[in-house]
Every structure is written in structure tokens, then in C-alpha cells.
């Protein structure tokens, strides 16, 4: 009796979801003449054609072929889970993971993430890129980063998320502003006052956003893309500023104190996600990193303390 091997079944979905020997080869890693006679063998052992090959046009499953299409699909689930489950040792776990983050989000996340890491997988070396959304989603499309943090606004279908937390915006003010004084503040509270902007995508949209939902045009009188910049702005009393990503201290990087509070009356959630690539298969690495963070989730003191 001959025994097909996971190998044969991966190249058969790989062929079937790619819609040609040649995508399906680039997928996986091998060359096409690999796969090719896999799937002849894979047919012999079956006693049935599995591919219709149409050359130019590619392949199509036969109707043999669906009718293991799923039973093969869990087949292959159930035998990368082994594969993870018996990996998944601090022992076993090394290599490189390159971690990407959006640039608000990586010195509030990012250093207890690696800590917690590190701790459970001490032979793994964490390799941090930080950029804009834009940037990091261009680099998970070209493989140079593994995972990314990054806010759940735009992305595109490609892109694989899981969900960590929800934010909300706050408003920064100078210590000694007259709305200190108040626990929420409204948007039109502020329209009028001079804003300082954090301008780097997605968060200027996000917050000009805010306004226009609500019909209202903010009064813009500074821009920059750093985060402390902004905040140091405000330290210094040159206006207001709208942030979601929130360091544990209410002081500017010079000294300065700066008031929190909430905003009032809008619709400022914005979700942050850990984001790959949607039809990459997930080394077991990536999936530690994935289950590290996910327990820093449950545990949002530590890892989501600026929220608050």
C-alpha cells in the first residue's frame, strides 16, 4: 500500500488556492517540476486525477479533488498544531522575529512585549523596526517584517490582524488651561483653540475626522509627526493636542506637566492590532510572539496602562 505524505496534501491546496503550479511553487518554496510530480503521485496513490491542467489558464480541482478538499484542509490544521504544540518550548523556540511598530506605539508596547518574550523564550532575538502605517504595511507585503503593531484603520484585505486593544482619544492641555478644570471635554470646546497636530497617517485622519464628523473645522496652528514634540508643544503653552497613545507620565520630556482628560461626546475608539500577512503560514516562532502579546492583553495594566 502506498501512503501519501502532508507534503503531497500541502501541494495540492497550495496548487488549488494559488490556481497554478507555478504560483503554487513560489508559494511553498520549491521549484515546479517539486510539485508537479508530487501531485502525479499524490493521483496514482488516490486513483483519481486531482487537477485539471489547463496550461495557460492553470488548474482547477477535479470533483474528486473536492471531495477531500476539506477533510485534506483539516487534515494539514491539525498537523501544524502538532507541530506548534510540541515546538513551543523555551528550549526549542530560536531564531529572529522582526517585530514592526507604529512609531506612537513602539516605546509604550514594545519594551514590555520583548521583556515578557524574552522571558519565556530566552534563545529568541527580537529585531524592532519603527515607521509609519503605510511603511510597515509595505514592509509585511515584502517580507522584511514579520508582524506588526499597528492601529486597525485602513488596512488593506491582505493584511492579517489580531486584535489587542481598543483606545480612546484624550485631550492634552497646558498644566495651567482653563479647561483643566473640567472631568470631559467636547470638541466644540476646543475647535476654536489652537491645535497641535500630530500629523503622521493614520492619526491625522483619525482626529481630523473627529471634527468633521461632528461638522467642525479645527483650528491648526503646529504640525509634527513626533509624539513628544507634540506633547512638548503643549508643555510649553502653545496649544491643545488630540492623542490616543498614552505614556504613563503626565511630563514632557523637558519637564514640562501637561493635563489629561478625556474626550467628551465621540466616536474616538481606535483599535490596535498585531498585523501579518493574511496567507503567510505562521512559523512557530510568529505564533509565540502572537501568544505573548495576547497575554499581555489580559493583563492591561502592564501593557495598556496609558489607556487609562
Request: aromatic share 6%; glycine share 6%; with cysteine.
Given at each position: 500500500?502506498?501512503?501519501?505524505?502532508?507534503?503531497?496534501?500541502?501541494?495540492?491546496?497550495?496548487?488549488?488556492?494559488?490556481?497554478?503550479?507555478?504560483?503554487?511553487?513560489?508559494?511553498?518554496?520549491?521549484?515546479?517540476?517539486?510539485?508537479?510530480?508530487?501531485?502525479?503521485?499524490?493521483?496514482?496513490?488516490f486513483?483519481?486525477?486531482?487537477?485539471?491542467?489547463?496550461h495557460?489558464?492553470?488548474?482547477?480541482?477535479?470533483?474528486?479533488?473536492?471531495?477531500?478538499?476539506?477533510?485534506?484542509?483539516?487534515?494539514?490544521?491539525?498537523?501544524?498544531?502538532?507541530?506548534?504544540?510540541?515546538?513551543?518550548?523555551?528550549?526549542?523556540?530560536?531564531?529572529?522575529?522582526?517585530?514592526?511598530?507604529?512609531?506612537?506605539?513602539?516605546?509604550?508596547?514594545?519594551?514590555?512585549?520583548?521583556?515578557?518574550?524574552?522571558?519565556?523564550?530566552?534563545?529568541?532575538?527580537?529585531?524592532?523596526?519603527?515607521?509609519?502605517?503605510?511603511?510597515?504595511?509595505?514592509?509585511?507585503?515584502?517580507?522584511?517584517?514579520?508582524?506588526?503593531?499597528?492601529?486597525?484603520?485602513?488596512?488593506?484585505?491582505?493584511?492579517?490582524?489580531?486584535?489587542?486593544?481598543?483606545?480612546?482619544a484624550?485631550?492634552?492641555?497646558?498644566?495651567?488651561?482653563?479647561?483643566?478644570?473640567?472631568?470631559?471635554?467636547?470638541?466644540?470646546?476646543?475647535?476654536?483653540?489652537?491645535?497641535?497636530?500630530?500629523?503622521?497617517?493614520?492619526?491625522?485622519?483619525?482626529?481630523?475626522?473627529?471634527?468633521?464628523?461632528?461638522?467642525?473645522?479645527?483650528?491648526?496652528?503646529?504640525?509634527?509627526?513626533?509624539?513628544?514634540?507634540?506633547?512638548?508643544?503643549?508643555?510649553?503653552?502653545?496649544?491643545?493636542s488630540?492623542?490616543?497613545?498614552?505614556?504613563?507620565?503626565?511630563?514632557?520630556?523637558?519637564g514640562?506637566?501637561?493635563?489629561?482628560?478625556?474626550?467628551k461626546?465621540?466616536?474616538?475608539?481606535?483599535?490596535?492590532?498585531?498585523?501579518?500577512?493574511?496567507?503567510?503560514?505562521?512559523?512557530?516562532?510568529v505564533?509565540?510572539?502572537?501568544?505573548?502579546?495576547?497575554?499581555?492583553?489580559?493583563?492591561?495594566?502592564?501593557?495598556?496602562?496609558?489607556?487609562?
Amino acid at each position: 500500500m502506498h501512503l501519501f505524505t502532508l507534503r503531497q496534501l500541502e501541494y495540492l491546496i497550495a496548487c488549488i488556492d494559488h490556481g497554478s503550479i507555478a504560483a503554487a511553487a513560489e508559494a511553498v518554496s520549491v521549484s515546479q517540476p517539486t510539485i508537479s510530480i508530487a501531485i502525479t503521485k499524490l493521483e496514482k496513490q488516490f486513483g483519481s486525477q486531482l487537477l485539471l491542467r489547463q496550461h495557460a489558464q492553470g488548474v482547477l480541482p477535479t470533483s474528486s479533488a473536492k471531495k477531500i478538499l476539506g477533510d485534506v484542509r483539516v487534515l494539514l490544521n491539525y498537523a501544524d498544531e502538532l507541530q506548534s504544540n510540541a515546538l513551543m518550548t523555551s528550549e526549542a523556540i530560536e531564531g529572529t522575529v522582526r517585530l514592526g511598530s507604529f512609531i506612537t506605539l513602539a516605546p509604550i508596547i514594545l519594551p514590555t512585549l520583548v521583556k515578557r518574550l524574552k522571558e519565556e523564550f530566552p534563545n529568541v532575538y527580537v529585531k524592532i523596526t519603527e515607521g509609519t502605517q503605510e511603511n510597515l504595511i509595505h514592509e509585511l507585503k515584502n517580507h522584511k517584517i514579520d508582524l506588526a503593531l499597528l492601529y486597525d484603520i485602513d488596512l488593506p484585505n491582505e493584511i492579517d490582524t489580531v486584535s489587542l486593544s481598543e483606545s480612546s482619544a484624550y485631550v492634552a492641555l497646558p498644566k495651567d488651561h482653563i479647561l483643566r478644570e473640567k472631568t470631559e471635554i467636547s470638541l466644540n470646546e476646543l475647535v476654536n483653540l489652537p491645535l497641535i497636530l500630530l500629523d503622521v497617517a493614520p492619526s491625522r485622519t483619525f482626529f481630523l475626522g473627529l471634527f468633521e464628523e461632528q461638522g467642525l473645522k479645527p483650528k491648526i496652528a503646529h504640525t509634527s509627526p513626533s509624539l513628544e514634540l507634540v506633547r512638548g508643544m503643549v508643555g510649553c503653552g502653545l496649544g491643545y493636542s488630540l492623542l490616543v497613545t498614552r505614556p504613563s507620565g503626565d511630563t514632557t520630556y523637558d519637564g514640562a506637566k501637561i493635563s489629561i482628560r478625556p474626550l467628551k461626546g465621540a466616536n474616538s475608539k481606535s483599535k490596535i492590532v498585531l498585523s501579518g500577512l493574511a496567507n503567510l503560514k505562521k512559523t512557530p516562532l510568529v505564533k509565540c510572539v502572537e501568544k505573548i502579546a495576547l497575554t499581555l492583553q489580559d493583563n492591561q495594566n502592564d501593557l495598556f496602562k496609558f489607556q487609562k
